[in-house]
């Protein structure tokens, strides 16, 4: 945990743009010449926005012609463009915003090998939940991609357990660095991104549900959970073992927080 935190003290001093730390993707996707669908599908596809996304007709029709576009420049088709801008537009995204939000989640969803519709499902959720704005995604996506280059977190897990704790996490009002973090130091810890996600919320519920580690988590974000495993490594045995069941229960929570102290 600490080392994920001293690198994420890293990337905070450098300035990173989304497009650099994605493979530089702009600059080779020329090469791949991706076709562009037939039309009848696209405008299937282009149904779903025009029901999420409030335009008129020249805005609606000029924002198909940027997906489209945009399909020389990222390596994805316009239908998955045009699922990630549904996606956008069912979490509030306007308009006059949405292709840039369709170019900060493409990207990711190149990057980090997800499909599409599942990278937009993903960001749409934890920008809601955490009232995101595109620059702080962009951000997030950065820091996700660092940490997933410099530690053995997998991308993927990284966006599903902050999808799954964006709750807690929003409610403790962590700053990006923690929350991707957090995110990262759990899949490092647990089998699968599931097990992650239920035993951060458990760590997470567990301690800001008591006075003193409500103040420590609010104070020292992630630190704080360095300082309260601390204050645990002082008892030993069944004291233990009672204290950190009492705090977290008998599941995930509590195996994850031994191994924590351990």
């Not at 702009?26 to 696209?42: D, F, R, W, Y």
């Not at 499902?121 to 920008?127: C, N, P, R, S, T």
């Amino acid at each position: 945990l600490g080392q994920v935190h001293n690198k994420i003290n890293e990337i905070s001093k450098k300035p990173v743009d989304i497009g650099l730390s994605f493979a530089s993707l702009a600059s080779n996707v020329a090469l791949l010449g991706m076709p562009i669908k037939k039309a009848i599908e696209i405008e299937s596809a282009f149904t779903g926005v025009r029901k999420v996304i409030d335009g008129t007709d020249d805005q609606l029709k000029q924002l198909r012609e940027d997906l489209i576009d945009m399909t020389g420049v990222i390596p994805k088709t316009a239908t998955e463009l045009i699922q990630i801008a549904e996606a956008g537009g069912k979490i509030g995204v306007p308009i006059d915003k949405i292709k840039e939000y369709v170019d900060v989640v493409a990207k990711a969803s190149t990057a980090f090998e997800m499909p599409a519709d599942v990278a937009g499902e993903a960001f749409g959720k934890i920008g809601a939940m955490l009232g995101y704005e595109i620059t702080q995604l962009r951000q997030y996506g950065d820091i996700v991609n660092a940490l997933a280059d410099s530690t053995s977190a997998d991308a993927k897990n990284i966006i599903d357990i902050t999808k799954r704790t964006a709750g807690v996490m929003g409610t403790l009002k962590f700053d990006i660095g923690t929350i991707a973090g957090l995110a990262s130091f759990a899949d490092q810890m647990s089998v699968s991104s599931e097990v992650g996600a239920t035993a951060l919320n458990d760590i997470l519920n567990g301690i800001r549900g008591t006075e003193m580690g409500l103040k420590i988590l609010q104070e020292k974000g992630g630190y704080g959970l360095i300082e309260i495993a601390n204050k645990f490594k002082k008892l030993e045995g069944v004291a233990r073992t009672k204290a950190i069941e009492d705090l977290f229960g008998r599941g995930e929570g509590s195996r994850m927080f031994e191994k924590l102290i351990n």
